[in-house]
């Protein structure tokens, strides 16, 4: 039988006793820091797991209650798999216990359980008093229907009942899905004698093992793991879910600092995200430009806020925002965030990351907005949509998978449901997604950049071959472009746009066309370069002779190389009648004679010393012949038709 492992978070008003009842539960006192002693509230994290009766075990975290630490707070439930919501009796609902169960809101908890604290200083009457102010307060929201359970840390009553029902609710939560990529915020780091550096925190998805490297980020350093621990044990493993110890090889504790992360992929840093964001604070109101403290995990920085579907938010409101962040951090899409005013001394509200790398929204274009509120309120399609959409080139499916943290195997059903709008998608062995609006850019830019050359030359039967074609992704020439323009040429092909010429492609209607005087020029262009005295001419020779523009000549040249009429060799244009004789002449020569000089060539064809070089060089090119010294043999295996 399998054991299920689940964390715990606390959460409630201060002094209600949260830390007391988590002694009485588990023997551990989490106030372990000296301050928190002296001063009798909980400041930082603390934790400690439970053992339950079922076989299944339970990581728990103290999270303090005072307003002052609530970063402390919102960094412990982060992870959290349910909440164990502290009332105490004798003070009922009070202002962190109204902002607590917000914030657990806010941050998308689902499960927990009550327990109602300090029974043993009232009396009965007073007792269901407070559960009834209990199940009014909870009314529609995720613990409406949470046992409410009475204890006493002092006198141990309801202890038994309490641990009875965190075991209870075991089988009504999930385990979390360790596909995706792994990420652990760091909340804490000491040295442990021996071993060094330990890190610690609650993994939020995927899974590592200790044969993995993890990042440091921000950064782009990675280490090597030495061990792995959960409750004290040492693991081979540890997923999304888990309460976990890391041992990093190389690392110091001098490296840490609050916000960071392990993960076992680079994530890119962001200093802007898009979000979708709710005010709960009672009569308050953000207006278009706002600055704010922001925190997300253990990540607590300033930011300022723009409102994009909205001048002000007011109180119960929701509306969409892009947020400025004033350091670089690591976030992904659908993360959740709480903002804070900027005297931290109250929880505006928070939201969920619908773009961790967002395009600059200041103008709050029309149609930004709209896709953004469509985004937010949509499903899977619409995320894929808006991350293909943000690249000008084709992407990999799996690119996609790990930009929004979600299985490959989900994005690609999706995918192929073929709900994704506005993104063509290329079903090759791995699927590719392009943008339709980048796509048609591209299409556009593929019949124009053709049509563009085809009039620079328009007696050339060849248009433009697929690398020059591929030159129109930019930098991005991947496999993923090579595919999607493959698909493209393919379906102009199809529509009879374009025609395939050799390795060039063409506007099918693309015909060549010669006047008179372009006929003309033609036959007096090969007439010359068969009287020519060395039979070679230079481009300014012929010009000069037939007294045309260079874009003219280039043009007749063009043709005349493509119809194997010509040849040119650097600098001289030969006829290609000249060149095959000469190939023959040398053939034959070959026939009886094992090598021959530059001067015994240059007498077989009845040409000058430059001339004969050239050929012979061309012919070296050509692989017919090799040189060796200041003598040419046949090359074997040669082509000599």
Not at 153 to 168: N, S, V, Y
Not at 179 to 206: A, Q, W
Not at 332 to 344: C, E, G, L, Q, Y
């Amino acid at each position: 039988m399998s054991y299920k492992h689940l964390i715990l978070g606390t959460a409630g008003h201060v002094d209600h006793g949260k830390t007391s009842l988590i002694e009485a539960l588990t023997g551990f006192n989490c106030d372990t820091h000296k301050e928190e002693k002296e001063r009798g509230l909980t400041i930082n994290l603390g934790f400690t797991h439970l053992n339950l009766p079922s076989g299944n075990s339970v990581g728990i975290i103290d999270v303090p209650g005072h307003a002052d630490f609530i970063k402390n707070m919102i960094s412990g439930v982060s992870g959290i798999d349910f909440v164990l919501f502290v009332i105490s009796a004798d003070e009922g609902i009070m202002p962190q216990t109204i902002e607590h169960f917000k914030i657990m809101k806010l941050l998308n908890i689902k499960h927990g359980l009550i327990a109602l604290t300090k029974i043993d200083m009232v009396d009965k009457d007073l007792q269901m008093l407070a559960e009834e102010e209990i199940k009014e307060f909870t009314k529609g929201g995720f613990l409406e229907n949470s046992p409410i359970i009475p204890v006493s840390a002092k006198t141990k009553d309801g202890i038994d009942k309490l641990i009875l029902a965190i075991d209870k609710i075991f089988p009504t939560i999930k385990n979390k899905d360790s596909n995706g990529i792994f990420r652990m915020y760091i909340d804490r780091v000491f040295i442990k004698e021996g071993s060094g550096t330990i890190l610690t925190g609650s993994v939020l998805s995927g899974k590592i093992n200790d044969m993995s490297a993890l990042y440091l980020l921000p950064g782009t350093d990675s280490y090597r793991i030495r061990k792995l621990e959960k409750h004290d044990q040492k693991v081979a493993e540890i997923s999304a879910g888990d309460r976990a110890a890391i041992n990093l090889v190389g690392i110091k504790k001098d490296q840490i600092k609050k916000g960071m992360m392990l993960s076992d992929k680079y994530i890119e840093t962001t200093k802007l995200i898009d979000v979708k964001l709710e005010i709960f604070a009672e009569d308050f109101s953000l207006k278009l430009w706002s600055q704010v403290i922001f925190l997300s995990g253990t990540i607590r920085i300033i930011a300022k806020i723009h409102l994009l579907d909205k001048d002000i938010i007011k109180s119960n409101e929701t509306g969409l925002a892009q947020v400025y962040l004033s350091e670089p951090v690591n976030l992904m899409i659908n993360d959740k965030f709480i903002i804070r005013n900027s005297s931290n001394e109250i929880t505006i509200g928070g939201g969920q990351i619908i773009d961790n790398n967002p395009l600059h929204h200041r103008r709050r274009r029309k149609d930004d907005v709209e896709l953004l509120c469509k985004v937010s309120t949509g499903g899977l399609s619409e995320k894929i949509s808006l991350e293909v959409r943000k690249h000008n080139f084709p992407i990999n499916y799996k690119m996609v998978a790990e930009k929004l943290n979600i299985s490959e195997e989900e994005i690609l059903n999706e995918i192929l449901s073929g709900k994704i709008d506005n993104v063509s998608v290329y079903l090759t062995q791995e699927p590719i997604l392009f943008s339709k609006q980048f796509e048609g850019k591209i299409k556009n830019k593929i019949i124009n950049i053709i049509t563009k050359h085809h009039k620079l030359k328009p007696l050339s039967k060849f248009g433009k071959n697929f690398n020059e074609l591929l030159g129109l992704f930019g930098n991005q020439k991947d496999e993923n472009s090579k595919i999607a323009l493959k698909q493209i040429l393919e379906n102009y092909k199809n529509d009879g746009k374009l025609i395939q010429v050799e390795n060039s492609w063409c506007l099918s209607s693309h015909k060549i066309v010669l006047s008179e005087t372009q006929k003309k020029q033609i036959d007096s262009i090969e007439s010359k370069l068969q009287k020519s005295k060395y039979s070679s001419l230079t481009f300014s020779e012929i010009q000069s002779e037939l007294k045309i523009s260079q874009q003219e000549l280039e043009n007749l040249l063009y043709y005349l190389i493509e119809n194997e009429k010509i040849l040119r060799i650097k600098d001289g244009f030969f006829s290609k009648n000249f060149i095959d004789e000469s190939k023959n002449k040398l053939i034959l020569y070959f026939a009886e004679n094992q090598q021959i000089t530059i001067s015994q060539f240059r007498n077989l064809i009845n040409s000058n010393r430059k001339i004969s070089l050239s050929i012979l060089e061309y012919f070296d090119e050509k692989k017919l012949t090799i040189r060796k010294g200041d003598f040419r043999i046949l090359k074997k295996k040669s082509n000599n038709k």
